[in-house]
């Protein structure tokens, strides 16, 4: 059976891992976000990962102030 054009677009744990971070300070284009979604969706070391990231930004945060 021949895949959707769009399964070749899925991404890496790497590649997620990428996005995960550079969300921190910018947006990313919504077709990333999507593709994003979609492996977080399937991934809980990834998902994991991005918990880690926020606890993280929100805690230095809060040590600054």
Do not use: V
């Amino acid at each position: 059976m021949k895949q959707p054009h769009w399964m070749g677009h899925m991404l890496s744990c790497k590649r997620a891992s990428r996005l995960i971070s550079q969300m921190q300070d910018a947006t990313i284009p919504a077709w990333k976000r999507w593709l994003l979604r979609l492996h977080l969706r399937a991934c809980d070391g990834c998902t994991r990962f991005r918990a880690q990231l926020a606890f993280l930004r929100e805690a230095m945060q809060r040590y600054r102030s």
